[in-house]
């Protein structure tokens, strides 16, 4: 609760710079108290740059003067630092100073102390950083020290391979295993043989029906006929033979390891050796050339396409060739024996763990006002105990003269529903009169949500309510008219079903379609605020597109990330999203985004919701 005791304290706003194009309105509302009166007041007006205004006015002898609500909106296209200021005899004291971001509305409320609200109606929160860890500490030495991990045993050098031994027919009889003797130093890898010429492929016919599969012989596989020329595909017909598989040439002997030399041509491959018995593990030789790569086989001429015609139903497939006779495998070779473990050390103790880092300093409370005297009880036809008590101080928003009076305006026509509204206050006067009021927005006239009070009489707004019942977000502003100026009060984007909501003992405030209050977690010196724009590919499908974004809250020095939204846009279901996904890349500028979205599933089309977040540097 703040209060004027003295006809030398009043409240005061100020702007650290010059306004960048817009001043920024404000509204006041108090409650003048005395030992037998209270009397509500108001008061309204706009910024002056570094110039400080009264935005409350000292009161006079014998009367305190208890604040009950104050806005301030940005109205700026820019970024604004704001102080308020308690002036006592020119004295000033800093009550409250912040950055208000183009939108944000600072409000203060007297139960609930100063907290802002952002361009969506959220109220902005302090996120709280923990401090940083400290290092592990070490572990204690229970149930032992493990001491350091013992030198590895040396490998043994690697054993000469003997050569690979002719692959036996299959299911021929496997050639006889080599003694396994010591692991000893592994010979000189042989020279790789030649690689046989691949034959050619044999034409394919006709596809018809499908044979039985023929009998698999132990031959040696014949070259594969040539391909030949692709017909007029018409009704899908018998699927031909396939042709017989080329010989494959023997695999030579495996020279010693050495330089490598240039590749050259592949040569046939020569017959696997035996192989020998595999000693101890010893030097490996140098890699040996590598052969000569035999010439692919020629592939037969594809045919002319022909038409496409009906297909018809799928033929037998055709019998398939024999397969050669797989040749034998040599003996492997005995492998060396593997050098010694050596001990694992000790394990040493480990640290002692870290003092946890400093949690973040949550802010000072406020001291608690002293409560308002118990004023006399009225006679049976003034006022009763219980209204005199209600009475001992304003907290909402007064309208105190017959030209004040609250509005509600739109930035844009209502899509396909108007927003209903309902407003409750209190007359004070010669009595105690409860009254409320409702109605529906009408696009970008304003329209009266609390009308002018009577002579005589201080009309204080209790409660105020407006639902988004629009198929689309809508953006409200709460007008303080006085003679003919407005002042923002309040002004927020409502998202379809958002709930904006006042009242007098915790100011503005928005609920979602769910009746959960909107905050926006807020780190200091940032702007951190997640915000949604839409894009359009068009109809014409592409792989990407560009797009520019405004968002004056940007700077070319802002950080940008985003992300498709998980949210269907017009015309569109969620389930459709599950199959595009994309590659967002954000360009900051002044007070806009430049968007470069690339689809990485193929070509897309039509609208999509992205969510993005923006720093101030």
């Not at 017959?402 to 739109?410: A, G």
Request: one cysteine or more; a negative charge; aromatic letters at 6%.
């Amino acid at each position: 609760m703040i209060t004027l005791d003295t006809t030398t304290k009043k409240l005061q706003v100020v702007l650290d710079s010059a306004k960048a194009t817009n001043d920024c309105p404000w509204t006041t509302s108090y409650t003048d108290i005395t030992t037998t009166t209270w009397i509500g007041g108001a008061s309204d007006g706009v910024t002056n740059g570094l110039s400080a205004v009264d935005i409350v006015t000292a009161p006079s002898a014998l009367v305190q003067r208890r604040m009950d609500t104050i806005s301030v909106f940005n109205a700026d296209t820019d970024q604004i630092s704001l102080s308020v200021l308690l002036n006592d005899n020119n004295t000033t004291r800093i009550i409250w100073k912040g950055i208000l971001l183009s939108g944000d509305v600072l409000q203060y409320a007297d139960d609930r102390g100063f907290f802002v609200t952002d361009s969506y109606g959220q109220i902005k929160q302090v996120s709280r950083v923990q401090g940083i860890q400290g290092q592990q500490g070490l572990q204690g030495t229970n149930p032992g020290v493990q001491g350091l991990q013992g030198i590895p045993g040396y490998v043994g050098l690697d054993g000469v391979q003997g050569q690979q031994g002719l692959q036996g027919t299959n299911p021929g009889v496997q050639g006889p295993k080599g003694l396994t003797g010591d692991i000893g130093v592994q010979g000189y890898q042989g020279q790789q043989g030649n690689q046989g010429v691949q034959g050619n492929q044999g034409s394919q016919g006709n596809q018809g029906l499908q044979g039985n599969q023929g009998l698999q012989g132990s031959g040696i596989q014949g070259s594969q006929g040539n391909q030949g020329n692709q017909g007029l595909q018409g009704n899908q017909g018998n699927q031909g033979n396939q042709g017989n598989q080329g010989n494959q040439g023997n695999q030579g002997l495996q020279g010693n390891q050495g330089n490598q030399g240039n590749q050259g041509l592949q040569g046939n491959q020569g017959n696997q050796g035996n192989q020998g018995l595999q000693g101890n593990q010893g030097v490996q030789g140098n890699q040996g050339n590598q052969g000569w790569q035999g010439n692919q086989g020629n592939q037969g001429n594809q045919g002319w396409q022909g038409n496409q015609g009906l297909q018809g139903n799928q033929g037998l497939q055709g019998n398939q060739g024999q397969q050669g006779n797989q040749g034998y495998q040599g003996d492997k070779g005995l492998q060396g024996n593997q050098g010694n473990q050596g001990n694992q050390g000790l394990q040493g103790n480990q640290g002692l763990q870290g003092s946890q880092g400093i949690q973040g300093f949550i802010g000072v409370q406020g001291n608690q006002g002293n409560q308002g005297q118990q004023g006399t009880q009225g006679t049976d036809n003034g006022l009763n105990q219980a209204q005199v008590l209600a009475r001992t101080s304003y907290r909402g928003i007064i309208l105190d003269t017959t030209t004040r009076k609250l509005q509600l305006v739109l930035d844009a026509t209502e899509t396909t529903t108007v927003l209903p509204f309902v407003t409750g206050y209190v007359d004070y006067g010669t009595g105690f009169v409860p009254g409320a009021s409702n109605g529906v927005t009408s696009g970008t006239t304003p329209v009266n949500a609390v009308g002018y009070p009577g002579v005589s009489t201080t009309r204080e707004v209790k409660m105020l309510s407006v639902f988004n019942a629009d198929s689309v977000a809508a953006s409200v502003s709460v007008l303080y008219y006085d003679t003919g100026t407005t002042r923002i009060v309040w002004k927020g984007a409502l998202s379809v079903g958002d709930c904006l909501q006042y009242a007098d003992t915790t100011g503005f405030y928005v609920t979602n379609s769910t009746g959960q209050i909107k905050e926006t977690a807020w780190i200091p010196g940032s702007i951190g605020l997640t915000k949604q724009a839409t894009i359009d590919f068009g109809a014409t499908p592409v792989e990407s597109a560009t797009f520019t974004i405004s968002d004056p809250n940007v700077t070319t020095q802002s950080k940008i990330f985003g992300g498709i939204a998980y949210v269907a846009p017009s015309g569109k279901d969620l389930d459709e999203l599950e199959f595009d996904s994309f590659a967002l890349y954000f360009a900051p500028g002044a007070g806009v985004i430049t968007l470069f979205a690339r689809s990485l599933e193929g070509y897309v089309s039509d609208k999509f919701i992205i969510s993005y977040t923006a720093s101030a540097s």
